[in-house]
């Protein structure tokens, strides 16, 4: 069988020449009429040898007259004595000419084939879980975007990241994952935190639920080291880095929707609930300072939330549109 092949490809390689005899034409035809596979895999071998045609008349040497170039060399070794005649056929030349030019050309496809391309996750309304190939897990927050290449994990685990995620990373001391958010890196070897990086919003930040995570910023050539329960905010309108010890409870709401109060103003209650659920609420009127509220949410309703906010602070609301406006409170 292996001979066959072979021999088949032997006779192709003569017909993109000009060699085969009649016999082998023949043969050719029969054996490409004989399944849609050999069909194929000759059309798939005349589109090779064409690009490579192409590509390699342009970058060849000029024409050169082969006979009067074999004339002179042979007048000038021989010095009169016979000379044995090595020189090869011209239709051998052409042979081996098609088998070059067939092996350029699969060599080009293979590189092409083979080329790292760009992967992307994008969300618009609705928070996406991603698993990377390394086993990874990354969760994008709203309107956010994550994008690496084809060779992830191979000698690189670099992503870029646009917008909001929370990253579950796969430990590995041998190739940091690194992550690329507007003008900052973030590098870990294995751990777990939530990056923050909207392009509408001015600041860049990095909360490290475990592990430890390196939040660098080129343009300042500053470098800090985060642990679990800290936070590294990037001002990009001061040029500052800033490290300290996270006090936002609530920081990963939009991926849970577990929510934590302990007499905390009603309008930051509001800011909290509209992140979690991609609500708009609104307040409308002034709020006194005492509207205060304690309580817990663990991935409950919208609805439920509001009852709760209704019955404990004594407030009303309506829906109007697609908001939600508060029009009263009791506190």
């Known amino acids: 069988m292996k001979d066959e092949e072979n021999d088949i490809r032997e006779i192709i390689t003569r017909h993109f020449a000009g060699e085969t005899s009649a016999a082998e034409e023949k043969a050719l035809s029969e054996w490409i009429g004989q399944s849609a596979e050999n069909d194929a895999e000759y059309r798939r071998s005349k589109k090779?040898?064409?690009?490579?045609?192409?590509?390699?008349?342009?970058?060849?040497?000029?024409?050169?007259?082969?006979?009067?170039?074999?004339?002179?060399?042979?007048?000038?070794?021989?010095?009169?004595?016979?000379?044995?005649?090595?020189?090869?056929?011209?239709?051998?030349?052409?042979?081996a000419a098609a088998v070059l030019l067939l092996i350029a050309a699969g060599a080009t496809i293979y590189f092409y084939a083979n080329r790292a391309e760009a992967v992307y996750f994008e969300t618009a309304s609705l928070v996406r879980k991603v698993e990377l190939p390394d086993g990874s897990t990354v969760v994008l927050n709203?309107?956010?975007?994550?994008?690496?290449?084809?060779?992830?994990?191979?000698?690189?685990?670099?992503?870029k990241l646009q917008g909001e995620a929370f990253f579950d990373v796969t430990r590995n001391a041998a190739l940091p994952f690194v992550i690329s958010a507007r003008n900052t890196t973030i590098e870990v070897v294995g751990t777990s935190f939530n990056v923050l990086a909207y392009d509408s919003i001015s600041e860049v930040g990095v909360i490290?639920?475990?592990?430890?995570?390196?939040?660098?910023?080129?343009?300042?050539?500053?470098?800090?080291?985060?642990?679990?329960?800290?936070?590294?905010?990037?001002a990009s309108a001061q040029k500052t880095v800033q490290e300290e010890v996270n006090q936002d409870v609530n920081y990963q709401s939009w991926n849970t929707r577990k929510l934590t109060f302990n007499e905390t103003h009603l309008s930051a209650v509001i800011e909290a609930i509209n992140k979690a659920y991609n609500t708009n609420i609104v307040l409308k009127g002034i709020v006194s300072d005492t509207c205060l509220l304690t309580a817990s949410f663990d991935n409950q309703s919208l609805e439920a939330?509001?009852?709760?906010?209704?019955?404990?602070?004594?407030?009303?609301?309506?829906?109007?549109?697609?908001?939600?406006?508060?029009?009263?409170?009791?506190?």
């Open 48 to 95: 090779l040898f064409a690009a490579a045609t192409r590509h390699y008349k342009k970058t060849i040497v000029p024409d050169i007259d082969v006979d009067a170039e074999w004339k002179v060399f042979e007048q000038k070794v021989s010095d009169g004595k016979p000379v044995i005649n090595l020189r090869p056929s011209f239709s051998m030349l052409k042979i």
């Open 142 to 159: 709203r309107f956010s975007r994550l994008e690496y290449t084809s060779d992830f994990g191979n000698d690189h685990r670099n992503v």
């Open 208 to 234: 490290v639920q475990s592990g430890v995570v390196r939040f660098t910023v080129p343009e300042l050539n500053k470098t800090v080291e985060l642990m679990a329960g800290e936070k590294g905010t990037f």
């Open 305 to 331: 939330v509001l009852n709760v906010l209704e019955s404990t602070l004594n407030l009303t609301y309506e829906r109007v549109g697609n908001r939600i406006e508060i029009t009263s409170t009791g506190c």
